[in-house]
């Protein structure tokens, strides 16, 4: 699975990298570190203008998404803790991912992800879990494949409040290979430049030609480094979670 990642880059970079049309200024995200579920995380996402009918060219948008994909036809948003991951050999038949995953497709700017091994502390020599950052050899951003959806708020009344409508998504994962296979038997997947366009098309429905467009994030070349066990805990973020340590020193 993937359950933390880091994604620092600043949302006029992320306009310029995913060649963004819309972009509202006023909406921001704070750099972190140490994202977790339920945070804000930055989606890049198309849609057609509303009204314009079917055929109509869709806008590329940079938008705040809740990281926890809450299904239209959710009773309650709580939900949404619990899918934070849509696993790519099913995602296409689950009921709470298939409507979004023909329909609303987006992409998840990320530095890297981290992931836990099962491993023997070298000082008490107890059991526990190593934490490694893994991001592209090149330090390349990742475009991590997600869903998103749309929640109505039943305890609102006015379809125009903006707290009526909730925004979230989640992000799909494979086998993990190349050095996340040496960590954790999952990995996210991500998309090469070359096939943005036809996975945030709206337009583009069919779901056996929207799966080969998945592939392993940096195609396989990636870096897994030992970090500290700073990185457990949500309420730790900044730049020295990336820091490389020695397992020896690895808990603080």
């Given amino acids: 699975m993937c359950g933390r990642y880091s994604s620092t880059r600043s949302p006029e970079d992320l306009v310029q990298l995913f ?23 930055w989606a890049v996402l198309e849609r057609a203008p509303r ?3 079917g055929a109509a060219p869709a806008a590329r948008e940079l938008r705040p998404l809740r990281w926890g994909l809450v299904p239209s036809w959710a ?26 995953f023909t329909r609303h497709r987006c992409l998840l700017p ?35 494949a997600g869903l998103y959806d749309y929640w109505r708020n039943p305890d609102i009344k006015q379809d125009d409040d903006p707290a009526a409508w909730l925004t979230t998504c989640t992000i799909i994962t494979t086998e993990a290979t190349d050095a996340a296979g040496r960590v954790h038997p999952r990995m996210p997947l991500a998309l090469t430049p070359d096939h943005y366009d036809a996975w945030l098309d709206p337009h583009h429905q ?35 979670l990336l820091e490389e340590v020695t397992l020896a020193r690895a808990v603080r």
């Fill in 19 to 41: 060649e963004v049309t819309d972009w509202r200024p006023e909406e921001t995200i704070a750099p972190s570190w140490n994202v977790a579920p339920t945070d804000q995380v």
């Fill in 110 to 144: 990320a530095d890297g992800f981290y992931e836990w091994q099962q491993a023997k502390d070298p000082i008490t020599g107890k059991a526990r879990k190593q934490p490694y950052f893994i991001h592209p050899e090149d330090d390349q951003v990742m475009a991590l």
């Fill in 51 to 53: 009204g314009a009918g």
């Fill in 206 to 240: 069919d779901p056996d030609e929207l799966r080969t467009l998945l592939t392993r994030p940096a195609d396989g070349h990636l870096d897994a480094r030992p970090v500290s066990t700073e990185v457990n805990s949500v309420r730790n973020n900044g730049p020295q």
């Fill in 75 to 100: 009773k309650d948003v709580k939900v949404g803790a619990r899918m934070i991951n849509a696993r790519v050999e099913t995602v296409h038949e689950k009921p709470a991912f298939r409507r979004a």
